[in-house]
């Protein structure tokens, strides 16, 4: 299989366009940081709490812990998905998002800069149309970012927290329409795109160009190295777009120097 | 301990004022009806899900059912709650609103206008300041009538399934600032006030002027009857602006006939 | 709907008679205070605990703690009821009950007099006929009495641990058999009344006449004023009824001023 | 060790006396069959439950099945043991006491007699002062036959079900008080015996002279085969001492060639 | 019924046979002691851990623990075994075994010899083919006396910490292929054989001749005293052979005293 | 960061040396496939089983499924873990690797050979050092094609099941020993460089030279575009010599065509 970029989707798109991204600072009144961020239909609340305390493998280590939750209101999506409070656990999938989420704002943080303290990113999905997993780590640097500014402001920061921005965008190998052609490298699949690519393929990178985690799934045919290449490509453009965004609206909210100014090749 | 009414609240309203509500409609895309409601700093958003199934005792009985489901983002609150879905279970306080809420909507509705359907109602705190459970049964009547509209106009409803409106409010008795000073009948307590509050009760009535519901609970010392009849009195003229809240945005929506409009005593 | 109140019921009684009420003392010889209630068929094995321990909630404030636990046994009921142990969680119903039977008790008890101290109230269902948990609470106050009463010998008491009685009693409004009569008020309803009641109102009141807790419920139509009005004076009589059994069998096992002999309005 | 039977126990009895054992008969309005069992200050209320069903693994044979469930009111104990319904699962003691009492009931009944009939025996514990479990089994063959003689007059029964009695009894061997002395073996152990006895067998026997199940466990020192010749010698004593009592309650209530009247060697 | 010992058995063996018994030692390498028994087709890796703590049962009084926990793989079986780990609970039949493993070891431990300190067993079934719980009893003792001996070199061993041997074996009364003929007492019952037997009897004896547990099962007819007596008699043959291998495997690997060598009887 | 391959690791392995691999195929005897796989120190035990059911969402779709189960052995790892079985529910690590087994293995078979068949792969870590979910995935094939392979003898499949091999295999991205020398890249990390590795790199892949899976995520650092793909290709000379085991093995027990035999670029 070889893979290309070709024109249209569904919702009128181009193949590396994301979908329309905002994101509304303090979404939420009680939280040491919030916004909501929205991408396409797809809608994430997250909110940040300072605890102080921290997991017990990091007891008189002077480093403080940022973890997240993840969950999804029930009809978040077209069918109504069971409550996991009344099935009584977190699902298989839920698990691995929230492990996701966590790891990534753990690549962009410098830990020692706020010791015996936890962060937890709750991203809670208000509407689901694919995509929700990277949304949330978007909108989580956000608002972790508002979190730290605020411990800054109260003086219960020692050194610089952040090291650089942190995105994620998904990407995916769309069948072509018509067999003889190839394969479509789409980015930010919605829902009616996700459910039928055939390779999906997540990108957690910073604003100086690598990369937290990369993670490609064949859903069904498996990809060679040009599809992942290309893949790789295509989510790196909607990276830069997406650190845009997150420097736009924390302008002026955090300190300059921890947005990374520097240009992403 | 003789109640009255004084005339100041912390956030300036009068005792028998509600706080600001308002119902925004269609809240959720994916849902069949849904709204946010705020009341105050409360804010739960509702999504109304139609499925074809009912519980085991109504098979065969030519009747649908309406049910509730309630949750709380973990950071809804001051400080964190943890979340259900890893505690492996729902609290007591969400089961019992829960199914309070389900027996509001049960009591105003004609499930033989719907056979073998279910209707459920999420009701999702995503901001808490008191009255949580209140505002959740009012929102949900507005979702729930959305959704029966939506089945009116798909003709999946034999005969008018809604007889009158319902909502619910909460009343309390303040401690009087100075002892020898009567304790104060206030309407729709926040949380400041609730969690102060020597008695809290619940109503849920409907717009005929009757109750579903009434719920009256001491935290500290037991109220008398001139209480009772207070607060009682003070809960119905709380609920009487709610009726015209649901109305103001139903209005247009649903059949007129639905919305009960009666003069309410 | 105008309530009244009318002479026959299945079982004979008026319809402002209690059932046959009687309790026995320490009922189970190892708890600190025990008793057995009857209630008409209705069976409630009351056994109170004392230990050495508070909730986190209550460190160093210098207060004890009252709670309770109810259980029902599996063929405590007509058809057997799925033992709660095996399918791994308590009801949402037997968590309510529970949370009912200790925010009674604690209504009349002065959590100063036993600091560091918490009692719990096993109210375990050995037959069921309907009134349970009112039945638990007119109970659950005999055990306690026996079990403060029993500390008080020990000197672990600083003050008059009680200030006033507590029980609870139901309420219903029957369906008049014929439709032009009204519907009836009537007392304590056992299970045949209370599977078909339009409204079930449950009242837990202290002997000076004052209410911890009024929860009415209309199961089918609402109900209004007059009917709300009627329930609970009939609740109060019944009330007034239950004061005197739980002072009949504590005269002499516990100090007479706990027993509150004020006359009940 | 050798063991051997020596004259005095703490509460007066010989070694080879039973506590007092008393069966009252339909002690719970409810179920098909049901029995109170006293033995000493033990207290197990038993209730079988008979339903129209069957476990998958029978379907399609012909045969019923019997089964059984057992549970312990908290304060049953000494000290109050935690609610298996709040600790959200039954511990592994409670799950082999109720496989024993099952198959020692199925050990003695016809299950041909009763297709597609499951009878369920609710062995629940009021009072705990040691040997609840052979209570149970010797309680729950009453409220068997009695549930069985149900079925049988409601012409439910196909042939003679019971084959045989059944009943258990523990027997312990007890430290000497002075070393030189051999160990003690003694009958149904009281709480204080069977806290502190070297070895513990539980014996459940058919009044033919045959056994069901014989389970011998050393808490210390392992026992040699004298011990236990003299331990299934003692037990053989007691059961049929608990015989003759299930023949006297059942007398007249069960058809008589359900009781087996062969004499026990 | 009148139990024999009759010649032939499905897979050649004579009635008092065991299957092939053998003991490799070191199967795990992180483990402090570890052996994997086989025992004809059945199969258990068994794994010693050593853990500085002990339960709360046993705070301060200078006395170590000995416990296990049994697991079987899902495909252990002939037809796959749901996982417990996906069901969410140990089942009563897993429980109960892992119980009587850790008390057949404390039979034969001087548990002051090691104070402090907690050993637990994992016992894990690889193949299952009838008998696992008996294997995990004789092998579990082999890991046991390596990670004894293990703290014995490290010097963190007070006193001999072995008594004596400990083994266990499945004892069956099997079916007589001809009615008129006597049932068979067969040793070491295979899967086939076990899941037609009569009569299962499980002993778990001591080097000294003496037992830590008997525990004899009717599944269909009880059984009579000759049945007993000549299943112990034919069950204590068996650990005799067992008791041989033990002491081979471990010779030259843990003290010579360790292993007992009087004659059994 | 730059990375590069240096030529010492702590067992002596060159950067792009494999552990030791070997598969022993048929390593527990009631399963439909089964192997052990052993990859240095680490093992993991594979078994394959076929039952007659396939997931309610594959109802009447003429397809079969392969799902995957994953666990550990307690005393697999340096230090004891927990029993998922005791903790009453499965890790979300565990929940992730097993979803990644499934996930590889459906990326290789025709789903449509096997229709209404369900084949789990149960993959058992007996002993942990790092690599485990690699190491299943590599021996999961094995057991599936053995599997497959038994029922294509039975003739229960109707089209060639298997397109191409797949197997896993980590790379890490190992500190260099002197800060200014570059990282190494290391194949098929063991414990100790696992829990050192900067990076860590999983790739599942096919014998076409394509990928299934390839999740790389940085522990502590971020990864650049030279890094990923320096340890692509290192992954992928691992995956080629994992084929070749593969097919060493199998080669014989199953249909030549099978086994893939193009040249991998």
């Given at each position: 299989m070889k893979a290309t970029q070709m024109p249209h989707r569904a919702d009128g798109r181009k193949p590396l366009d994301l979908r329309p991204v905002s994101i509304e600072l303090d979404a939420t009144p009680h939280a040491e940081g919030s916004c909501l961020i929205r991408q396409g239909v797809t809608r994430v609340l997250i909110a940040a709490t300072v605890e102080e305390k921290t997991p017990p493998f990091l007891r008189d280590r002077g480093e403080g812990w940022v973890t997240a939750e993840y969950g999804m209101l029930p009809r978040a999506t077209h069918e109504r998905t069971p409550r996991e409070a009344v099935r009584g656990r977190q699902s298989g999938r839920t698990l691995e998002i929230q492990r996701l989420i966590g790891r990534a704002l753990r690549g962009v943080v410098d830990r020692k800069a706020f010791p015996d303290l936890t962060i937890t990113l709750d991203c809670d999905v208000v509407v689901a149309d694919a995509g929700t997993r990277c949304a949330s780590v978007t909108g989580a640097f956000v608002a972790l970012a508002l979190a730290l500014e605020r411990l800054s402001k109260e003086k219960r920061i020692r050194a610089r927290p952040i090291r650089e921005l942190v995105a994620a965008v998904s990407v995916g190998l769309l069948?072509?329409?018509?067999?003889?052609?190839?394969?479509?490298?789409?980015?930010?699949?919605?829902?009616?795109?996700?459910?039928?690519?055939?390779?999906?393929?997540?990108?957690?990178?910073?604003?100086?160009?690598?990369?937290?985690?990369?993670?490609?799934?064949?859903?069904?045919k498996p990809f060679d190295d040009a599809d992942l290449a290309a893949m790789i490509e295509a989510g790196r453009k909607g990276l830069t777009k997406l650190f845009l965004v997150q420097r736009e609206v924390l302008e002026g909210r955090v300190p300059d120097e921890w947005l990374d100014r520097r240009s992403v090749p």
């Open positions: 069948s072509a329409p018509l067999p003889p052609a190839r394969a479509i490298v789409a980015l930010d699949l919605d829902y009616s795109e996700d459910s039928t690519a055939e390779v999906d393929l997540n990108i957690v990178g910073t604003s100086s160009g690598r990369f937290v985690e990369v993670q490609g799934i064949a859903e069904g």
